[in-house]
């Protein structure tokens, strides 16, 4: 069976923020290559980015990484740092996609690399349209190393 390349990856450990990205992916027939995890170790693991990890296992670079910041075991600014200081995954563009409105937070972010920084809202409809037109503008508009052809 033929395995779809991962395109997106979504670092979320809230069900419910979780759940609402995937009916909204869903909406868009964007699920196939979706990668789902669930906390900050998981999401480094998955990267080959933690402590004394190997490149021969690294996944194929996905085209966008919707990045909680709030996340348990391991925080979103941590995965940030450790994603963006990897060489082998320091191009892959990461969107923080989170509640947090904190300066502190946001600055943050930045000074680490983040290409993006989008606070998630409340309301279901508002939600909907903010992650459906981050996924579009990353998707279809960004040129990336793997949308252009280049290897790294």
């Known amino acids: 069976m033929h395995e779809c390349p ?10 419910y923020d979780r759940d609402l990205a995937l009916h909204v992916l869903r909406r868009m027939d ?3 290559g979706l990668k789902v995890l669930r906390d900050g170790v998981e999401a480094i693991e998955w990267f080959g980015c933690g402590e004394g990890s190997s490149t021969k296992d690294r996944p194929a670079h996905p085209r966008l990484v919707l990045l909680d910041l709030k996340l348990p075991r391991m925080d979103g600014l941590e995965v940030l740092a450790r994603i963006k200081g990897c ?11 989170t509640s947090s409105r904190h300066s502190s937070d946001i600055q943050a972010a930045y000074t680490l690399g983040v290409n993006s920084y989008v606070v ?8 909907s349209e903010a992650l ?3 996924v579009l503008y990353w998707l279809n508009h960004n040129l990336d190393t793997v949308s252009v052809g280049v290897s790294e």
């Open 6 to 15: 991962v395109e997106i990856v979504l670092v979320e450990d809230n069900d």
């Open 30 to 32: 964007l699920t196939a």
């Open 87 to 97: 060489p082998a995954t320091a191009s892959i563009p990461v969107v923080a996609f």
């Open 120 to 127: 998630k809202p409340v309301e279901f409809e508002e939600y």
């Open 132 to 134: 459906k037109a981050t």
